[in-house]
């Protein structure tokens, strides 16, 4: 019984790797996941996530990229359902079970893959995320419709290939999912009409934001050098537990994202003239629907979970065993903890900045306004020819910012 | 229970202990490169093993270069994946040029040596430390006249949801390898493989 009130809770290493990071002990962090032993089974992934997460914003991009690589083939296991954690967690709950990530962490986890593959230089491998991040949308489409940013970087890893036509598909499915296509109108006018889809291009053209009018008569501007900023901001909602009782003994639990509004933040170039194209990701919206598209399977196997409980309580009840069918009762009511386990580093918004720059050698200043605060961050000396891109990616918690 | 019986029964649970345990045990054997072999649909060895030898022959018996008499000189630029899995292919281009190599037809650029045959020869000339006579003779490398080059790529289609105990997927794969004349940038010669596999998983396990 011990065991399984001890299940409803996180892994030792976890809380201590999450309350490290968002101290700024990063390195910290890593170490506590990095030696953890004996760890939970059933949390593997979760292990996986925050630590890959937390070696990306180390600037450790290769063992970032491992360690996401592992939850991926992890995740591809988990896809066979295991009938003893099943009948365990009807007669208890799901925490006993394996974690299996909803399926927004999933797609993040080929999210921050590409990103560690791209500011490795290793094309060819984000491209190969970029499509395991398009199976997961193409299986998931309604609620992961708002992940622009991922969107945006399957766009991006299909431009660095030229295959513009795979791109004009990707900001085209961005443009319809937001309230305005403007931030996606100067790529779709501009690659439509290069691929010959003038008529369609054209409709994208009045979307165009009055300061970027070069697009209109400049060449083909998406075979420029650019400065790709990957910016991370905040912390993303937490899972929290829900319930409902039926008197006199009778929960429902159900996990929920907290309401959380984190501050936004503007970033820009100083000294850059030309806007940047970029896109945005609520993570906690996105979060929270793909929960909701699980909503039903959970209330079904919660209501069966409910009925097993109290027929079992009944049973105990109809045999006159009074004091036992009480603390049945109590235990049952007690185990109903909902599986609030949740990929607790990720930001609260995921940025993607595009910034136009010309070819050569660049120290460029990032320029970060959050609450009215200012803080700039100095990337590297950089050198880039025609057509090439620089990736940089930047991490601002509260107070703090961080770039590798 | 009567004497015997216990012993019977005694008896059966330890075979049944024996058998459990025998069935845990960790096993090794080792497979031929030759064997087909396969536990899933993705690529794996064999196919590796196909693709090459599907390619090599007709480069060696249909190409342009199949009578060329005097070894012309190749260089590999390596073969794209464009699959969405982490495939080494680099593992595929130099087996071509392996079997290509033992055909005794073809001379091959070191592409992949040559930031070291440069820090060699600056080695040799500049350190100091190297007899004179033996240095080897700079600008005496050969050009290349063809590039042998191709492209990996994959469709995979997953059965739609539905009421099932195993789950079907079916996997495409095919490589494409061409050859550039360098001097022209005409292809003169373009072939491709296909291996298409479908395969099974239980949905549920213990």
């Keep these: ?404 | 229970m009567t004497n015997s019986g216990l012993k019977s029964t005694l008896f059966l649970a330890i075979l049944s202990a024996i058998a459990l345990t025998a069935g845990c045990t960790a096993t090794t054997r080792t497979v031929s490169p030759t064997e087909e072999l396969h536990y899933d649909e993705a690529y794996d060895f064999s196919d590796k093993k196909k693709i090459v030898d599907s390619l090599v022959q007709p480069l060696l018996e249909t190409s342009p270069l199949a009578n060329a008499a005097d070894r012309p000189v190749i260089i590999i630029y390596g073969i794209a994946n464009q699959t969405a899995e982490h495939i080494n292919t680099s593992g595929i281009s130099d087996d071509i040029r392996e079997s290509l190599i033992k055909a005794g037809r073809f001379r091959f650029i070191n592409e992949t040596q040559r930031d070291n045959i440069a820090n060699e020869t600056d080695y040799q000339y500049n350190s100091g430390a190297v007899a004179p006579e033996t240095r080897i003779e700079r600008a005496r490398q050969l050009g290349a006249r063809y590039i042998l080059s191709g492209t990996l790529r994959s469709i995979e289609k997953e059965e739609p949801k539905q009421v099932r105990l195993t789950k079907k997927s079916l996997k495409y794969y095919s490589l494409h390898l061409e050859l550039t004349d360098l001097r022209t940038s005409l292809i003169e010669w373009a072939d491709s493989v296909e291996i298409a596999r479908e395969a099974s998983k239980p949905i549920i396990g213990w």
């Design chain 1, 1 to 404: 019984m011990l065991c399984i009130f001890f299940a409803g809770c996180t892994a030792a290493p976890l809380r201590q790797a999450r309350k490290a990071f968002y101290s700024g002990q990063s390195a910290e962090a890593v170490n506590a996941l990095s030696e953890a032993k004996n760890f939970p089974n059933r949390d593997r992934l979760l292990l996986f996530m925050e630590k890959g997460l937390i070696l990306h914003h180390l600037g450790r991009y290769e063992e970032s990229a491992n360690t996401l690589l592992k939850a991926s083939e992890l995740m591809e296991k988990q896809e066979i359902i295991s009938i003893s954690q099943q009948a365990a967690s009807f007669m208890t709950n799901e925490w006993i079970t394996d974690y299996k990530g909803e399926y927004s962490e999933r797609l993040w986890v080929h999210t921050y893959l590409m990103m560690n593959f791209l500011l490795l230089r290793k094309y060819e491998s984000a491209l190969v995320e970029a499509k395991q991040s398009l199976k997961i949308l193409e299986k998931h489409p309604e609620p992961l419709s708002k992940d622009h940013f991922t969107r945006a970087l399957i766009a991006l890893c299909f431009e660095n290939f030229r295959q513009y036509s795979d791109a004009y598909i990707e900001y085209k499915k961005i443009a319809e999912n937001l309230p305005d296509p403007s931030p996606v109108a100067p790529r779709i006018y501009e690659i439509g009409m290069n691929l010959g889809f003038r008529e369609e291009a054209e409709k994208y053209k009045k979307f165009i934001p009055p300061d970027i009018p070069s697009i209109l008569n400049s060449q083909f501007s998406i075979l420029n050098s650019e400065l790709v900023l990957f910016v991370s901001i905040g912390s993303a909602p937490e899972k929290i537990s829900g319930s409902i009782i039926i008197p006199p003994s009778i929960r429902f639990s159900f996990p929920q994202y907290e309401d959380k509004i984190a501050d936004d933040a503007q970033v820009s170039l100083a000294g850059a003239e030309t806007p940047p194209f970029s896109v945005t990701t609520h993570i906690g919206n996105v979060a929270k629907a793909s929960l909701q598209d699980r909503a039903a399977k959970i209330i079904a196997k919660e209501t069966a979970r409910a009925a097993m409980k109290e027929s079992i309580a009944r049973a105990v009840e109809h045999k006159n065993e009074g004091i036992l069918s009480v603390l049945l009762r109590m235990a049952f009511f007690l185990m109903e903890e909902p599986d609030t386990r949740c990929w607790e580093t990720l930001p609260a918004y995921l940025k993607l900045f595009r910034f136009p720059i010309q070819p050569g050698k660049h120290r460029l200043k990032a320029v970060i306004y959050q609450n009215g605060i200012r803080k700039d961050i100095i990337l590297p000396q950089f050198s880039l020819s025609a057509g090439q891109k620089y990736y940089y990616q930047i991490r601002i918690n509260s107070g703090s910012a961080i770039g590798n």
